[in-house]
């Protein structure tokens, strides 16, 4: 079983639709959780993090982790073409503070 | 305040050659990381620093060496390159916030294309 799994997808949702990402960890003991975004042919970059329980919003961009079911996800609400990259979950786990695990990231495709 | 930068962009070497992948970082980051991707395989650890003066293993380190040279520079070394080898290097640093906050964030150079023919 991979440490952080994600669907490679792609992902294909209209242009002001709602994007769901998501993204599995095995580590019941993780504590932060990461989201990244990576255009093709650049470096990841941040989007949002988490560390509690629920869900946390930041523009159009929201964040909801479940710890007890060891998932957290990615909401895009209106969705737009420049949306259209990949999505890297990373996990940060127990005791290793600098060791994050990335998933393997789910390509969005946002048609206009 | 250029972030993290990485030298060179794009590389082609034949087996057995050897090169080294400089980065910098002028965040005044502790934390440094070496990260390879390849499609389908995500971004995989290679080695990484959690302050000036340390380096470990992460996930890949086979063939690989590294120098962290100060708190700025973190060079990764291939002393016999393989076709194998063959990837997008990302250098990444940080400053951990013992995992509660966005200060464990990693903030990535713009990679190196390496060819090994």
């Known amino acids: 079983q991979k440490e952080v799994e994600q669907n490679s997808g792609p992902l294909s949702v209209p242009e002001g639709a709602i994007a769901s990402l998501n993204c599995t960890y095995s580590d019941r003991g993780s504590q932060s959780f990461f989201w990244y975004r990576q255009y093709s042919g650049k470096s990841p970059e941040l989007i949002m993090f988490i560390y509690s329980n629920g869900d946390k919003e930041d523009g159009r961009f929201t964040a909801q982790l479940n710890k007890a079911s060891q998932y957290v996800s990615l909401l895009i609400r209106d969705s737009q073409p420049s949306d259209s990259a990949t999505y890297l979950c990373?996990?940060?786990?127990?005791?290793?503070?600098?060791?994050?695990?990335f998933g393997t990231g789910t390509k969005l495709q946002v048609i206009p | 305040n250029a972030g993290v930068t990485q030298t060179p962009k794009f590389q082609v070497l034949k087996t057995g050659q050897s090169m080294t992948l400089q980065c910098a970082q002028d965040m005044n980051h502790n934390s440094m990381y070496w990260y390879r991707q390849d499609p389908g395989m995500g971004l995989r650890l290679i080695y990484y620093?959690?302050?000036?003066?340390?380096?470990d293993k992460g996930e890949v380190p086979n063939g690989y060496n590294v120098s962290r040279l100060n708190k700025r520079e973190f060079s990764l070394r291939l002393e016999s390159a393989a076709p194998s080898q063959t990837s997008v290097y990302f250098c990444a640093s940080s400053e951990p916030g013992g995992g509660k906050g966005p200060a464990d964030t990693q903030y990535f150079g713009p990679g190196t294309r390496l060819t090994v023919l």
């Open positions: 620093s959690a302050s000036e003066g340390t380096t």
């Open positions: 990373a996990v940060m786990p127990s005791g290793g503070y600098q060791k994050v695990t």
